[in-house]
């Protein structure tokens, strides 16, 4: 059974930096491209970032490029976002999403239980 | 960036009755258009790909349909499971997007 298990979570001051983990186990882990989404509290879904399985193609959302960066450890099976100069509309669920096949397209099955971020002074 | 359009915000349905969901794209994503059911306190759940495709353990009374940029969703007979909010989401292009969501209440 394919499993994703966010951490890293909690309450950080505006400007402030923190770093998202998501462990991943049940799927051979190189061979797909994870992904970041979050959700404002009452709101709907955005995707933040993906990286590909080798870790050679990266994309960023306009709202977080510059601030928050991707990376991926295979030989620990986990993916990491970091998150610099924190603003209060970071504040939302961060999800982590598995792409759903190997193939071209990327879809997300399936989605970890997600992180809670909030930025408050 | 591709605008997604969910409409309608909310939808009422008595249990039961079919429910009709719709997604525009602001320009065509062929069949690359995916929909999620996310219910209250937890994570989306894929329920359709390609646009018409049911995910593994999906029933068969979801059904999606549409291209270009016109999508779909229904629900055959509501199972008071299925009320939720439900996503459409386009990975077309990058940026991915997602649409802002129907809910679908009991009537």
């Known amino acids: 059974e394919v499993q994703l298990v966010e951490s890293g979570g909690g309450l950080i001051q505006p400007g402030g930096s923190l770093r998202l983990s998501c462990a991943a186990s049940g799927f051979t882990f190189s061979n797909y491209a994870l992904n970041w989404v979050r959700q404002a509290p009452g709101k709907g879904l955005e995707w933040v970032s993906t990286v590909s399985g080798n870790g050679d193609y990266i994309y960023y959302a306009d709202s977080v490029k510059g601030r928050f960066t991707i990376s991926r450890d295979n030989s620990m099976n986990t993916v990491y976002l970091q998150m610099n100069s924190l603003r209060a509309e970071d504040t939302a669920v961060y999800y982590c999403?598995?792409?759903?096949?190997?193939?071209?397209?990327?879809?997300?099955?399936?989605w970890g239980q997600g992180t809670l971020v909030t930025v408050s002074s | 960036e591709i605008v997604m359009t969910q409409s309608p915000a909310t939808l009422s349905v008595s249990p039961g009755e079919r429910a009709t969901l719709s997604c525009r794209a602001g320009q065509s994503v062929s069949s690359n258009l995916a929909w999620y059911q996310q219910k209250p306190g937890q994570a989306p759940r894929l329920l359709i790909y390609g646009a018409s495709t049911r995910a593994t353990g999906i029933p068969a009374r979801f059904t999606g349909s549409g291209s270009g940029t016109e999508f779909t969703l229904t629900i055959s007979s509501l199972q008071s499971e299925d009320f939720a909010v439900y996503y459409c989401?386009?990975?077309?292009?990058?940026?991915?997007?997602f649409g802002g969501g129907t809910k679908v209440e009991i009537k």
């Open positions: 989401h386009q990975y077309n292009n990058w940026p991915l997007t």
């Open positions: 999403a598995k792409k759903a096949t190997t193939g071209p397209y990327n879809w997300f099955d399936p």
